[in-house]
């Protein structure tokens, strides 16, 4: 007998047992019953250490927080000296509020009248 064969008898046969043993015999439910069983307890004990944990607010920060914060002024810095915008924002202000949502002003508004301007300076 080629093994073919023989995987063609025995795989129905095989299935068919596999079937029977897990639905038939209860063993499916007993499977599913035992892992819920056992998230439940795992979902008990990760919840617990949460609630004990206390938030202690320090006026100084850590030392990560000052690592991770000097890491980040370093990195602005080699971008912009890398794009050449070092200093692009001297000299200015921030808005005191933010624009209009009008479609009378605002940025846009602004710049098509000066292309406006633009082009027709050119004629």
């Not at 914060?69 to 924002?89: A, D, M, P, V």
């Not at 846009?108 to 633009?118: K, S, T």
């Amino acid at each position: 007998m080629k093994r073919n064969e023989l995987k063609e008898i025995l795989k129905p046969l095989i299935k068919e047992c596999i079937k029977e043993v897990i639905f038939e015999e209860g063993a499916l439910s007993g499977i599913i019953t035992e892992v819920a069983h056992g998230l439940a307890t795992v979902q008990a004990n990760v919840s617990q250490p949460i609630m004990e944990k206390k938030i202690i607010k320090s006026n100084q920060p850590s030392a990560s927080v000052l690592e991770a914060r000097k890491s980040l002024e370093e990195t602005k810095r080699s971008l912009q000296s890398s794009t050449g915008l070092n200093g692009i924002f001297e000299g200015t202000t921030p808005m005191r509020s933010g624009g209009s949502q009008s479609s009378k002003h605002g940025a846009l508004r602004d710049m098509i009248q000066v292309i406006q301007v633009l082009i027709l300076a050119e004629l």
